[in-house]
């Protein structure tokens, strides 16, 4: 454990103890992390998969050792494609905390409350740092531009990542976005679609993107070649976060460490559970992995600069009416150094 980790959990630990002491004075008072439905003092997260920093994470118990002295607890739930894919297990509070994009949290905000952008890191702008997603359409397709996207059907998820993506193309095209005809599907769904011909192009993102390559798809265009205001993101339940923000802390604490050691040291991080099998990758998707953790971004608490970036995909996301209010950023951030301390 580093001397951040147990600086927060020792720091927790008092506060949980001076809870625990009111809770014996009286009936009324509630015990030490519990709230409503969503029990703070536990993280509840997806499934991590097979690589990166949080199935490390897990195979080694990392978290529950940093937060071992908090009573904060761990409990990793089910796997989902995407941040939009997880809406109704954030609802239910089954999950709650999550990475993802600004975008997305946007779309999920300007009709829920219940999460906030607790952490953000910008995207690598590295050369050879490789593309994470893309505009794609079938190895034979006649579609060249973005422009031979007029009267076409493109496949994206609905106030996410790739709608957002698509939009700022068409719109750095001069094309009418009514022009392009959106069909709103989750990945599996796009994928399957982009598959039988039911679309004509897909913005892939996630796992999905390096998937659709290597199945032979062309791409047109990705994020880099866009203005790109997205940042990568972990949110989390706003609950969770008023009630424990010390152990939202710790997790970011673990995992700013891990993605420091995945940038100089990949290859720990592929395969974690399984060399061999339906998740365990090799060839050119373990490749792009290996790219991709060593070029990503270490993460950081949000501060007073960033919801300024937050607010101008906010805007974006109004102004071209992909959510049915405007999202103010100050009270779609929960900014975690103004309520812990080191």
Known sequence: ?????????????IATSLLLVAACAGEDASPAGQSGDDAPGVLRLQDPGNAGVLAYAKRE?????????????????????????????????????????TSPVIGYLATSDDVKIFSVAERSDDPAA??????????????????????????VNRGGRGEYLLLLALQQAGIPFDDVERVYLNPDEASSAFATGQVDAWWAIVRAYPQALANGAKVILNSSDVPDGDLT??????????????????????????????????????????????????????????????????????????????????????????????????????????????
Do not use: C
């Open 1 to 13: 454990m580093t001397t951040t980790f147990r600086a927060r959990a020792t720091t927790a630990a």
């Open 61 to 101: 118990g990392l978290l529950e050792a940093a937060l071992a002295e908090t009573g904060t607890t761990v409990e990793w739930g089910g796997s989902y494609a995407s941040f939009t894919a997880t809406i109704d297990a954030v609802h239910a509070g089954s999950v709650n905390v999550l990475g993802g994009a």
């Open 130 to 155: 490789p593309d994470e997603d893309g505009l794609v359409v079938p190895a034979d397709s006649d579609v060249s531009s973005v422009e031979d996207l007029v009267g076409r059907r493109v496949a």
């Open 233 to 342: 993101i972990y949110a989390a339940r706003t609950d969770l976060l008023e009630s424990d923000p010390e152990a939202v802390a710790i997790f970011l604490d673990v995992v700013q460490e891990l993605t420091a050691e995945a940038n100089a040291d990949p290859e720990k991080f592929q395969n974690v559970f399984q060399t061999h099998g339906p998740t365990a990758t090799s060839g050119e998707q373990l490749a792009l992995d290996i790219a991709s953790d060593t070029y990503a971004t270490v993460p950081r608490p949000v501060g007073d600069d960033d919801i300024a970036k937050v607010q101008d995909v906010a805007d974006f996301f109004a102004d071209n009416g992909l959510v049915p209010e405007r999202v103010d950023a100050a009270d779609a951030v929960f900014q975690l150094d103004e309520v812990t301390s080191p």
